[in-house]
């Protein structure tokens, strides 16, 4: 044993075990190695910065009453000079120190952000220094920073996640917390502070820029989040930021991983697969997914946003009613438009198939964001009036649905309490207890209901595996049999294929590939029944074995696998697309703050076209911002970005509907995106939504 244990050690050191157990293999040396292409702008020794007045924005009275030195701010073009005045040149090259900090998810591309600031500041001036918040917003709250290398940042180039420097989701939107971050930039002496984040982080940004104004510290703000809901638009539709960073390589990870289900689904033909992607609430990541995989059924939550039940609408006119519940999509219908796609697939013998749910689906689904409106709003309330969080205080689910109940009391008390009442309290009661939990879990630091925590799939696959076994109980959910198979299965045993055809499906005479049993036979009890009633057999005969191996080969069972994509294709290393993008951010980020910027968020326009054709930008953050609800009260916020249903991509995904559902005899129709690479022809340029929506005629 003694002689084993010193064999392994030594085994341990020869140079090839240790060379293939590194952590260190060829990818990594040349992801490290690439060296993204550089915008024609950016490739200048200086840039300089013009105001451009085409693009015009609609501006919220509350953002230019909150946000009053930066309101006014236009978008930015950034110009490359190699021979600038000498003024310029020194005010490019001053030295600076510049802190930059990630906030909320990590994206993928956000080292490349890093470096491409480096590479900018270094190039300005070789004694920039640039500081990374650790840990997220909380580094520059507590002053924890370190001077990011050379190394540091080498080591980290077109690598995934944030691990350089990590994340948080602490946001710095009160007196105290800017008092902090003022301390910090006084202490590390910085003229400027980068935040790369989302919405709720670039909200944070322009506020910021705001507060530090008299102070001189610069602001700039770099859209990332791979739910793809930053994209700028000005007041006439031109598009300033197609998407935010990260999105194309996540939703290719996904791609490629449920691209992989559709392959094995459509080889042992036994599972839906249920996959469940991010994107907190907007759909655009399972938009692009359906684009690259052509799973069978995508949903696209906006898409039900503004439904309307025509059927139910058309009974209630002919009864003279008004049927509410028409308007707006409710899970129950959403259910049975899944199961309808799955009962046509069963039809044409596929009872196998995918389908995408995007995890912010309920916020689309009327009854749902009825309560959590309201529960965000019930939540927040408590928050404010008590010392103890909510989610302290009432730590159980059943401690929850009691005080629920208890406001549900004090409406019956008191008529101006509206916020939650007894048809509430017992519509809430009817929602399965793992769903109730989901809808009450603890809203994240920006007030937002964390959709990815809740078992969206769940909730609805769960009604769909209702609805399937009532359709299988009314003989409608049945696999279709191929008719080449049944007459060759008969004959074989001497039966005539005719006679017993006639007697077994519904549609034999209609000359179709795949046969259906009839509606009334969904048991060995009722083919029986079915057969003696016709002749096929006696009473005290038995099926004929060939007869009842076709009926079970037609008794659907509904397997399910469930996925979720979301973390893992967050953690990817960038596709090229992202790693260009991001770099260039980080050089936009340079050029924005060495021309005095603040309130700006970089971007590179025209991500949707060819290369050659990018262009960095500053956008200016304020006139983004308009009122929502936030913690149940309005706040100024950088708008979210939704699935448009007008869009090019949306409507190409809609007319494909039918063909990837592929609900008829023959192959399905899935595209393999393949895995990310960084280099090679086989990696996409960029997104597909993105091509799609520049062309604009559709
Ligand atoms: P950001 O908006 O901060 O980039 O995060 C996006 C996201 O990945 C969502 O898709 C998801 O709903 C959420 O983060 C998950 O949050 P957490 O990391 O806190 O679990």
Known sequence: ?????????????????????????????????????????????????????????????????????????????IIGVDSPDESLRQKYCKQRNIGIVFSGGPAPGGHNVIAGLFDAAKKANPENKIYGFLLGPDGILENEAIELTKSIVDSHRN?????????????????????????????????????????????????????????????????????????????????????SFGFHTAARAFANEISNLCTDCSSDVKYWHICKVMGRVASHLALEVALQTHANITLIGEEFADYIDEKRIEKAKKAKIVDYSAYGMTLRHLSRLICDGIVRRAAVGKNYGVIVIPEGILEFIDEIQVFIIKLNTIIAEYNKKHDIDFHSDFPMLRDKLEYLRRLARRSREDSSFTIWNTRDDDLFDDIPEFFQKGLLTERDSHGNFQFSLVETDKVIMELVTDYLNILKENGVYKIGIERAYYIDILNKEGFDPDFFGHVLFRNYDDNNRFLLVKESIISVKTLKKVLI?????R???????????????????????????????????????????????????????????????????????DFSRWEPVGIPIAPLM???????????????????????AFKVVKAFEEKWLAAEPGEDHYRRPGPIRFTGKSEEDRPITLVLNALKDA
Do not use: W
């Open 1 to 77: 044993m003694e002689k084993d244990f010193m064999d392994l050690e030594n085994f341990l050191k020869n140079p090839e075990v240790q060379s293939v157990t590194g952590n260190i293999n060829q990818e990594l040396i040349e992801r490290r190695k690439y060296v993204p292409s550089v915008c024609k702008a950016l490739s200048h020794k200086y840039t300089v910065l013009e105001d451009n007045p085409y693009f015009k924005f609609s501006i919220d009275k509350e953002a230019g009453k909150q946000l009053p030195y930066i309101i006014n701010n236009k978008v930015q073009n």
């Open 159 to 243: 690598l995934g996640g944030f691990t350089m420097i990590k994340t948080g989701r602490t946001k710095i939107d009160t007196k105290k917390k800017m008092a902090l971050t003022r301390a910090t930039c006084k202490n590390l002496n910085l003229d400027a502070i980068v935040i790369v984040g989302g919405d709720d982080s670039n909200t944070n940004a322009a506020f910021l820029a705001q507060e530090m104004f008299d102070d001189r510290l610069q602001v700039i703000g770099v859209p990332k989040t791979i739910d793809g809901d930053i994209q700028v638009k000005d007041i006439d539709g031109n598009v300033l930021c197609a998407i």
């Open 533 to 537: 009633k016709e002749g096929a057999i």
């Open 539 to 609: 009473e005290n005969e038995n099926i004929p074995a060939c007869v009842e191996k076709i009926f079970k080969k037609s008794a659907p069972k509904f397997k399910t696998q469930v996925h979720f994509y979301g973390y893992d294709g967050r953690g990817n290393d960038p596709t090229r697309f992202d790693c260009i993008y991001t770099y260039n951010l980080g050089l936009t980020v340079f050029s924005l703050i060495a021309n005095g910027s603040t309130g700006q968020m970089a971007a590179i326009k025209n991500l949707e076209m």
């Open 626 to 648: 308009h009122l929502e609800e936030r913690k149940g009260k309005l706040a100024l916020v950088l708008e979210k970005s939704v699935v448009n249903v007008n869009s090019t």
